[in-house]
């Protein structure tokens, strides 16, 4: 009751007084054992968050209105300040936020008390090797070996997977709890190859669209789904805020200092999601309510 209590309030607030973030996320590295070739994270030098950092970034994100908080990297299961890991951060977390996930390229032990794990699957395994490097295997591995209960895939689109997702799809519902998406975004440059044109993007969510009916796990709601066709969505973009391992909170777009924001090339359904729940979305929020508060 707890929960639902604050998210009418922060309804309430964000309507007639005040926007503010309800989803965090914190980079703690750009240090990762993959190179893969849709992200641009891993290319980016400089040092990781410290442990006191981090908590102090946790602290000043619950203080501005956020309550769910996600892990990200580089692969965070790489993070460590001396003594103190991923896992204790977690537990920090826990304290302040009513759900704490945690993103993985998963070719490491998924050991963890978060409240979710979202893998990283780019493809069957030939096509996730050839954008990602030699670790489907491993995952696979380490997803059966994992005691987690809550752990869904988490596939990025692009012009090198996307006749495979189907069939990717299938093969995935048997071994994780649900299928989060997302499609690729020219961080980069305008001119990317792996970005999808959107009449091929179209085809790949009619096909996503189908397997939800036929009772496949696709985390993502109707709504959003038809709504990321041609982007017919309107983003509120400080719903969302995100922190760097330099320390730098920023309220608003995911892209934000990250890279060139260009709403028309959106493919996050995350941000679709929460601004279609906060639309009054009954898909979307039903969804959120079974992903992050079930």
């Given at each position: 009751?707890?929960?639902?209590?604050?998210?009418?309030?922060?309804?309430?607030?964000?309507?007639?007084?005040?926007?503010?973030?309800?989803?965090?996320?914190?980079?703690?590295?750009?240090d990762c054992n993959l190179s893969c070739l849709h992200c641009h994270f891993w290319k980016k030098k400089g040092p990781s968050l410290t442990f006191?950092?981090?908590?102090?970034?946790?602290?000043?994100?619950?203080?501005i209105g956020v309550r769910i908080m996600i892990f990200e990297g580089g692969e965070p299961f790489l993070w460590k300040d001396d003594r103190f890991d991923i896992r204790s951060l977690v537990n920090e977390a826990k304290k302040l936020f009513f759900n704490v996930g945690i993103t993985t390229n998963g070719t490491l032990p998924i050991d963890i008390d978060s409240d979710i794990v979202w893998v990283s699957i780019d493809g069957l395994k030939e096509?996730?090797?050839?954008?990602?490097?030699?670790?489907?295997?491993?995952i696979m591995t380490n997803i059966e070996n994992s005691?987690?209960?809550?752990?869904?895939?988490?596939?990025?689109?692009?012009s090198l997977n996307y006749k495979e997702i189907p069939g990717l799809v299938e093969f995935l519902a048997r071994r994780v709890r649900g299928i989060s998406i997302q499609f690729h975004y020219p961080f980069e440059?305008?001119?990317?190859?792996?970005?999808?044109?959107?009449?091929?993007?179209?085809?790949?969510?009619?096909?996503?669209?189908?397997?939800?009916?036929?009772?496949?796990?696709?985390?993502?709601?109707?709504?959003c789904l038809n709504s990321l066709k041609d982007n017919r969505w309107k983003c509120r973009p400080w719903m969302i805020a995100s922190a760097d391992p330099d320390g730098k909170i920023t309220s608003g777009c995911y892209v934000k200092g990250r890279g060139n924001i260009s709403?028309?090339?959106?493919?996050?359904?995350?941000?679709?999601?929460?601004?279609?729940?906060?639309?009054?979305?009954?898909?979307s929020i039903q969804?959120?309510?079974?992903?992050?508060?079930n």
């Open positions: 009751m707890k929960i639902f209590g604050y998210l009418i309030l922060y309804y309430l607030e964000t309507l007639l007084l005040k926007k503010k973030p309800i989803l965090g996320g914190i980079k703690l590295s750009h006191n950092s981090a908590v102090n970034i946790l602290r000043s994100m619950h203080g096509t996730h090797n050839r954008i990602r490097g030699e670790c489907f295997d491993k005691g987690h209960p809550n752990i869904f895939a988490h596939v990025t689109i692009n440059k305008e001119d990317d190859e792996l970005f999808l044109p959107f009449e091929k993007r179209a085809m790949v969510l009619d096909e996503l669209i189908r397997l939800k009916k036929e009772g496949f796990g696709i985390a993502v709601s109707y709504k709403c028309e090339k959106c493919g996050f359904a995350v941000h679709a999601e929460i601004s279609l729940a906060y639309k009054g979305s009954i898909g969804l959120g309510r079974k992903i992050f508060f």
